[in-house]
């Protein structure tokens, strides 16, 4: 079974730096994106980050461009989320999730406006709180 490990969550003081992790495992296909959404208190899911497998190709929300910055270690199957000078705001549940297919169905920059349902796998979440 595909499954996706979010880690590296916690709590720091505004302006710190925290890297999220999303262990993926369980499968053998080569072509898929994996991106980074975040869900703050009472306030709807929002996609933040993405990358492609194949060739790192990388997709950022205005709302995080320039602080967040995502990666990816294809022998350990994880892709990293390095979140700098973290505000308040930046307060939320962050989730990783695995979309199949990106190449092979022409995604490309849309991935930025995807629904939330056509992702194949989420994982279960990690918690960042950024006190002021």
């Known amino acids: 079974d595909v499954q996706l490990q979010a880690s590296g969550g916690g709590l720091v003081q505004a302006g710190g730096s925290l890297r999220l992790s999303c262990a993926a495992s369980?499968?053998?296909?080569?072509?898929?994106?994996i991106g980074w959404f975040r869900q703050a208190p009472g306030k709807e899911r929002e996609g933040i980050s993405w990358?492609?497998?194949?060739?790192?190709?990388?997709y950022y929300a205005d709302s995080v461009a320039g602080r967040f910055t995502i990666s990816s270690d294809n022998a350990k199957n994880t892709v990293y989320l390095q979140v700098n000078s973290l505000k308040p705001e930046d307060t939320a549940v962050y989730y990783c999730?695995?979309?199949?297919?990106?190449?092979?169905?022409?995604?490309?920059?849309?991935?930025?406006?995807?629904?939330?349902?056509?992702?194949?796998?989420w994982g279960q979440g990690t918690l960042v709180t950024v006190s002021s």
């Open positions: 369980g499968f053998s296909f080569d072509d898929y994106a």
């Open positions: 999730a695995l979309l199949r297919d990106f190449h092979k169905l022409g995604y490309g920059g849309s991935i930025i406006n995807l629904p939330f349902a056509l992702y194949d796998y």
């Open positions: 990358i492609s497998s194949s060739d790192g190709t990388t």
